[in-house]
């Protein structure tokens, strides 16, 4: 796995939730869990219940952290990353899996939920190092609340998808 890739794992859960609309939450049951974890080989294992919750519970942080870009808290965010980095410790380890040369994963150890934890806050530190921390958004179109990253050149992103920009949006030209 490409260790910017990592980040990829904050996008995809953040986006199983709808803040506004719980009834539209895709991340409900262990089915949906499991759902989300097959496109990630390595964090693949038995999960329960109590994965379920914690999956959750780091959905809502990392949301908090996009929520606090938006906001022009930038500090906030990057206080909130730095604390679940110290809370899901990196378990680096090369790998050469498949056919594939020798690579890096930073998570092998723990939990389903401390795996995918350590691997998300990890991908988002690099990402934010790498690209700035302005580039992390939640869509503006009216009732999406979905996070992306805008890769941009000019940083002009405002919405997850085409879809989303051709919602009527109150705020004419963005
Ligand atoms: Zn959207």
Same mark, same amino acid.
């Given at each position: ?5 990592? !980040? ?19 991340? +409900? ?13 390595? @964090?693949?294992?038995?999960?329960? &219940?109590?994965? @379920?919750?914690?999956?959750?519970? @780091? ?41 594939? +040369?020798? &690579? @890096? &994963? ?10 995918? !934890? *350590?691997? !998300?806050?990890?991908?988002? *530190?690099?990402?934010?190092?790498? &690209? ?12 999406? *609340? ?14 997850? !998808? ?13």
């Amino acid at each position: 796995m490409d260790l910017a890739s990592y !980040a990829d794992l904050v996008v995809e859960l953040v986006n199983t939730g709808r803040p506004a609309e719980p009834e539209r939450d895709s991340l +409900r049951d262990l089915a949906a869990l499991r759902e989300l974890l097959t496109i990630r080989p390595h @964090l693949s294992g038995r999960v329960t &219940h109590t994965d @379920l919750d914690a999956i959750r519970e @780091l959905r809502a942080e990392l949301r908090k952290i996009f929520d606090a870009v938006a906001h022009g808290d930038e500090d906030g965010a990057v206080e909130r990353l730095n604390s679940l980095l110290i809370q899901h410790p990196i378990h680096p380890q090369i790998s050469g899996h498949d056919g594939q +040369r020798w &690579h @890096l &994963h930073i998570s092998e150890s723990g939990s389903v939920p401390d795996r995918y !934890a *350590a691997g !998300a806050a990890m991908g988002l *530190a690099i990402y934010i190092s790498d &690209h700035g921390i302005g580039r992390l958004r939640v869509c503006q179109a009216p009732s999406c *609340a979905n996070v992306f990253f805008d890769n941009t050149a000019n940083r002009s992103r405002r919405h997850c !998808a085409v879809h989303c920009s051709t919602t009527t949006s109150p705020q004419p030209g963005v």
